[in-house]
């Protein structure tokens, strides 16, 4: 069953979406972990999230932006120039950092140079960068104009019965990917770090029922297996910069180490909050969305965040922490720079990885640095 999810996360233009597309239904990317993807699963929409694995060359995107960006949102740009983007319905753009509020103004920019580079349906979705009373009304309004504008744009009627059908069903999903964080915890379990980030990926690309399924039916499989013997392998944690690279955790276990745990915009970490179900839906979504201080684009919330991962530290048995951050990402590369003091202080080893965004990584440079790093944790 893992295979299915590593296949996923690994393709921009997978099967599945062409099913879907096949049965006439509507597919919208998004950018930003903040949005509710509920809303869109209330409308019978697809909601995925947009992904810049694949690119090869930057030669659109550097057209539209300067050379001191994130690549990330520069992978985006030159993929939907490339075309490789055109089977979407609609796109939504969020201010996740700087870098990514541009990508609505180049993205834009580039609609009018490449013909299929930008979808009919085409959003700005603004976060607030803090939790308090007003900013989670701010929100709240928010959300209420993006559903106005789907039910505008794609002729469909979001409920409120609808929605608390999708956050149920969500849910669902969130447990089991808490059950799957809690068993890959353990020792002895036949799961590799590879194989959770995938699911954990796959969860932004799927149907979610599917994903429920598939993600239920693979853990069974795994408390059918027999326990493996201790490895003795170091057990590593990966934080950072948005990550969907499963390349990068196959280049920590193939030189002998197991990622247990992630703390990255893709995976765990944003699924790790259940919406609640027994207010009203709009006003849940606000709250759970906005209120867990889980990105460095979140005002004042590093105590809490720090808190979060020492915590994790711990209750994974930790022995080495690995951070990576995409090179000119101010907040994680500031961000690190402090979790690194303290990871230290509190007798926890740690490296930080400064790199370009996926498909575009130096992967030997990277190779020789994590060898050192775990060496170093092994002596």
């Known amino acids: 069953m893992s295979k299915e999810f590593i296949e996923i996360a690994t393709k921009i233009n997978y099967p599945l979406l062409s099913d879907w597309k096949s049965s006439g239904k509507k597919i919208v990317g998004y950018t930003c972990s903040f949005l509710p993807p509920e809303i869109f699963h209330a409308a019978g929409i697809l909601p995925i999230r947009l992904r810049g694995i694949e690119t090869e060359s930057l030669n659109i995107a550097d057209a539209y932006y300067g050379p001191f960006v994130c690549t990330f949102p520069k992978c985006l740009l030159q993929l939907a120039g490339e075309g490789k ?30 013909p299929n580079a930008i979808p009919s349906f085409f959003y700005y979705f603004d976060i607030p960068h803090k939790s308090d009373n007003h ?84 853990i069974s499989d795994i408390n059918s297996l027999p326990e493996l013997k201790v490895s003795g392998k170091k057990r590593i944690m990966l934080i950072g910069s948005v990550n969907d690279d499963i390349d990068l955790v196959r280049l920590i276990e193939k030189a002998g180490a197991l990622v247990v745990a992630e703390n990255l915009c893709f995976g765990i970490r944003s699924e790790k909050d ?100 775990l060496e170093r944790i092994s002596k």
């Open 85 to 114: 983007y055109s089977f979407l319905d609609g796109a939504v753009i969020s201010t996740g950092c700087d870098a990514m509020r541009r990508l609505d103004e180049c993205w834009r920019s580039a609609g009018k140079d490449y």
């Open 274 to 373: 259940i919406v609640r179900e027994d207010i009203e839906p709009i006003h849940a979504l606000s709250y759970r969305y906005l209120s867990n201080s889980i990105c460095p684009r979140m005002f004042g919330g590093y105590l809490e965040r720090k808190g979060y991962l020492l915590e994790k530290v711990k209750s994974a048995r930790i022995d080495g922490v690995i951070m990576q951050n995409i090179r000119f990402c101010d907040l994680h590369s500031s961000e690190n720079g402090l979790f690194e003091r303290d990871l230290e202080d509190a007798g926890i080893p740690s490296i930080r990885l400064e790199k370009e965004y996926g498909p575009l990584t130096e992967t030997g440079r990277l190779r020789m640095r994590i060898d050192a790093f």
């Open 135 to 218: 900013a989670l009304k701010w929100f709240e309004d928010e959300i209420k104009l993006l559903i106005k504008a789907i039910s505008n744009n794609f002729g469909v009627n979001i409920s409120t019965e609808n929605l608390q059908k999708s956050i149920s069903i969500y849910n669902k999903g969130r447990r089991l990917l808490l059950e799957l964080e809690n068993l890959r915890m353990k020792e002895g379990v036949n799961i590799t770090g590879e194989e959770a980030f995938a699911a954990s990926i796959s969860a932004n690309l799927m149907p979610r029922e599917d994903f429920n399924k598939s993600l239920s039916d693979w």
